[in-house]
């Protein structure tokens, strides 16, 4: 894997998680100032760390992220907000920073104070294990993961005005955790130049293109958050004009391709769903029928179930709150038309069935007038095994 | 089963579902002029009978409701349309009635049209079986059911004025029919007499305290129906004033009653769970918070599993898009307090659960503040059975 340069990145076990072996410290650092931008969960009960963030980004001097699994230090009250800081504070003091240079990501069960004795010692080892190189990324990477089942990381290289850019990013997302509570982080790193507002401007969109067009269950977490890091090591000034319409480019592509890789792992999940929804007035009621769409139960189980059910993925639209002509409605399912003006299309069930037992990804095409807009959502499907794993576990 | 005076019931099987011994054609009838009253799905795709009815109420002569069970009669385009006012030219001919007096109800299959020979001969011998008698309205609420595990009906009687008044209602729905599509029927007669105006006013406003307030898996059906039939047999004027405010209550009581039958009896449901929310600023944001905790997996889960997992609860409210303060929340299980002042308070977990396994209902009390409003939600909770229920048919 290719790495942003002056970057480095460390993963450790610390044994919060229950299993020792588990990584569960990550540590990323910029061996110089760097732009950083922000997009935290919409949640009204917020994890310390997410308040912590909140406030020190957007910014031009971020130098770190220390991250933590096995604990997300949600409902934790006066004493999680002392452990945030003190987390920012001796990663700090390790690597020669101030403490507001620092971003702190916790993710896990909630409502229980962090293990700082553990938490301490995990930065430390992680200080000690700072490299800028690939074995140190995967580690990181490992160390934000509590439920998923494996690393989610995605990259881009381009070259700009002559420079090589590199985009290296690491995500978390399953859906539960802790077992506690959804959460998803994601770590995107960068040698580019970038003003302060272009970074967060252009994190916020890729953030409305990708992470906040995926669900598992729907269930937004205390600790949802998405930083970026740019460090301009790549040389030259802030990038602008064709050259930063291009970077945003890669950098939404890039989010997409690490946003999938959640729902796709979701808990259970045997199907990835595409939701596409085509032919609003606005990408605003695109997208809120996308999500309608994939928050039914019955859309989900029918995928789960291999069934081509067009009543329920066209009755879920029409709950959306959002106004269209019913007359004008038509769905494709993986490309197979079952709904057109309006009225269901004679199709041969087994066929478009067999497609979806085949294919782990399920396009849903709906198209709901003829208006300039669309939007994708990505979801996972709803199995027996995600009700199982949910039900069974006791706090 | 006591009837209001001067209406008629009946059930019958005329063949439209698979096992042609279920009863799926019913038939009420007012042998006086009936002020009708209706309130509809709020789906931008809606069903036939929906359209049909919409146009016909509130008015002050309705007649007759003609209802089937087995075909929901839903994107079925123009021909749908036909069949809708054939079904109520029929009932009108059969009862010599205009076919403006007739309202019409369809539930099951969706996209497929009306077996209309079955249909006709079904409403004939309903015509033919109308009685004033509980036997007919124990036929016409079966009549109406489709997945359901039985009959849904409730009843009140109060005087008012020195005069009798008796209502009796029926409803169906547990989350899919057809097997296609979820649908929510009821019909409430009365022999109370009631201005037109005042009638579909109390009639909204009990569904926006009972029909309104369940959820199974959150999915508005194509066809949800309830209509309120009152024919002023128990004699006087138009009940006005305070005899209209206890009428008032009465309907509210019996439509709670009768709506919390639906969750209760969802597919696959192990517990019924009520949700209240209190210390709203309004009445509409503690019904949005209170919709938000019962749609969301993992509270539903949580309750199948009988774990008082307070986490999912409080952070499924902090995003209902409802702002409040997070210090302020409070949360009580079955009567136990779990969480005080925006932090999680020691309680016993196996006793809380235990409590949990030896109820049918759930009770989850939450307090986001100290405004006035309240709302209440009831739904199912999320088994294992209701993912095998909805994914292993196949249209």
Not at 18 to 47: C, E, F, M, W
Not at 133 to 145: K, P, R, T, V, W
Not at 266 to 278: D, N, P
Not at 320 to 339: I, M
Request: glycine residues 10%; charged residues 20%; aromatic residues 4%.
């Amino acid at each position: 894997m290719k790495l942003p340069q002056d970057f480095e990145f460390a993963g450790v076990a610390c044994g919060i998680k229950h299993d020792p072996r588990k990584k569960d410290v990550a540590l990323i650092l910029s061996r110089r100032a760097a732009v950083g931008a922000g997009v935290y969960t919409q949640n009204i009960v917020v994890a310390a760390p997410v308040v912590l963030d909140r406030q020190r980004t957007p910014a031009a001097d971020i130098r770190a992220v220390v991250v933590n699994s096995g604990n997300a230090n949600a409902c934790t009250g006066q004493r999680g907000m002392q452990d945030a800081q003190a987390m920012s504070r001796q990663t700090a003091e390790l690597c020669g920073l101030s403490a507001g240079q620092v971003l702190v990501m916790s993710t896990g069960i909630i409502g229980e104070f962090l293990p700082m004795e553990k938490i301490t010692s995990g930065i430390t080892a992680a200080r000690a294990d700072l490299a800028p190189a690939s074995e140190g990324f995967l580690n990181a990477s490992q160390a934000i993961l509590t439920s998923d089942r494996g690393p989610k990381t995605a990259e881009r290289s381009l070259t700009l005005g002559g420079r090589s850019i590199q985009l290296s990013a690491m995500a978390k997302g399953a859906g539960m955790i802790g077992p506690n509570m959804a959460t998803m982080l994601a770590v995107i790193t960068t040698d580019a130049a970038l003003a302060v507002d272009d970074a967060q401007r252009l994190l916020q969109t890729a953030a409305d293109k990708s992470f906040n067009c995926i669900s598992v269950e729907g269930h937004t977490s205390t600790n949802d958050s998405m930083v970026l890091l740019a460090n301009g090591a790549a040389g030259g000034e802030p990038l602008a004009g064709k050259e930063l319409t291009v970077f945003q480019e890669t950098l939404e592509a890039l989010c997409v391709e690490l946003a999938k890789m959640i729902p796709d792992d979701g808990e259970g999940a045997s199907h990835l769903i595409e939701i596409e929804v085509l032919g609003c007035r606005t990408i605003g009621e695109a997208r809120q029928i996308a999500k309608c769409v994939a928050q039914s139960a019955l859309v989900k189980t029918a995928v789960t179930g291999c069934d081509p059910n067009w009543g329920r993925i066209v009755s879920a639209a029409g709950y959306a709150g959002v106004d269209f002509a019913a007359d004008e409605v038509a769905l494709t399912v993986n490309g197979f038309s079952l709904y057109q003006d309006g009225a269901p299309v004679a199709f041969d069930a087994a066929t478009v069935s067999d497609s979806m037992r085949q294919h782990r990804e399920t396009k849903i095409k709906l198209t709901v007038g003829s208006g300039p807009a669309l939007a994708l959502h990505w979801t996972s499907d709803l199995t027996i095994d995600y009700v199982r794993f949910n039900s069974e576990y006791h706090t």
